[in-house]
């Protein structure tokens, strides 16, 4: 694991959004893997112009989303499928015969799981997630407590995630259960950014990168993972240990 500290979300986003390109121009038939919330907002904004601007392609990449909220239509503006579509999928030009996102209004939840693990061994594997952390230290919906050896799954969410996540949405909704990537996918995937920003990711961070990694903290298992790079302001970087 690496850490970068930078003096601000500028930065931090324009260093992140340069990571991702990199995967794309050494490989541009990656398997990319983005989380939604506030953290990588900037970062994909820089990556959509920076993209354009050095003309990188991303016709031939496929992408896939870390999680999705169970029992909220699609149409609804806070789901990753709204949000991943207008910050990437849209200004990239990445078609939908490119993308797998879970539908958390599917029937059969299990199928999707089995879906999503079946389109990324496809592929051999994740290139390059990208992920926040909660103030649980969850990734994704890996929830405190979670095994470390599930693969994609559905996942109640943590009282603390419930009330977060009503801030993604300009309705009120319902959010109970989420379905995700598993643990096991997120650190084994060949390129891990790990992003966050402000004061409130201060006490989270200090436990998952000098903590003991324990299932509680199940964003704490990063510090095992050789090629993952937390990219972090001041502000967040603020309660780690000289
Ligand atoms: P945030 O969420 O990026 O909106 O802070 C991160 C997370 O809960 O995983």
């Given at each position: ?15 992140a959004a340069?990571?991702i ?11 990319l ?10 970062t994909?904004q820089l990556?959509?112009?920076n ?11 496929r992408?896939?989303?870390l ?27 990445i078609k ?7 539908d ?5 939840l299990?199928?999707e799981?089995s879906k ?5 061994q ?9 992920v926040?952390?909660g103030?649980n230290?969850?990734i994704?919906f ?45 650190l084994?995937?060949?390129k891990?950014?790990?992003?966050a920003n402000g ?7 200090r436990?998952?990168?000098?903590g ?10 990063i ?20």
């Amino acid at each position: 694991m690496t850490i970068r500290v930078f003096e601000d979300t500028e930065q931090l986003a324009s260093a992140a959004a340069e990571a991702i390109l990199d995967t794309v121009k050494a490989n541009p038939y990656s398997l990319l893997c983005f989380a939604t919330g506030n953290s990588p907002v900037r970062t994909y904004q820089l990556l959509t112009e920076n993209a354009f601007r050095e003309n990188i392609d991303f016709t031939r990449c496929r992408c896939i989303g870390l999680d999705e909220w169970v029992q909220v239509p699609r149409t609804n503006s806070g789901t990753c499928y709204h949000l991943l579509r207008e910050q990437l999928f849209i200004p990239l030009g990445i078609k939908e015969s490119q993308i797998l996102l879970f539908d958390g209004m599917a029937q059969d939840l299990e199928q999707e799981c089995s879906k999503m693990n079946s389109f990324i061994q496809a592929q051999s594997g994740v290139d390059c997630i990208v992920v926040g952390i909660g103030t649980n230290g969850h990734i994704g919906f890996n929830e405190p407590g979670v095994d470390m050896n599930l693969q994609a799954h559905v996942q109640d969410l943590h009282e603390s995630t419930v009330k977060a996540g009503a801030h993604y949405f300009s309705q009120p909704t319902v959010i109970s259960r989420g379905i995700t990537l598993g643990m096991t996918q997120v650190l084994g995937a060949r390129k891990l950014l790990l992003l966050a920003n402000g004061k409130s990711k201060a006490a989270i961070l200090r436990a998952s990168l000098q903590g003991i990694p324990t299932r509680k903290v199940p964003a704490s298992f990063i510090q095992q993972a050789d090629h993952a790079m937390v990219l972090i302001d001041k502000e967040a970087a603020s309660e780690l240990y000289q």
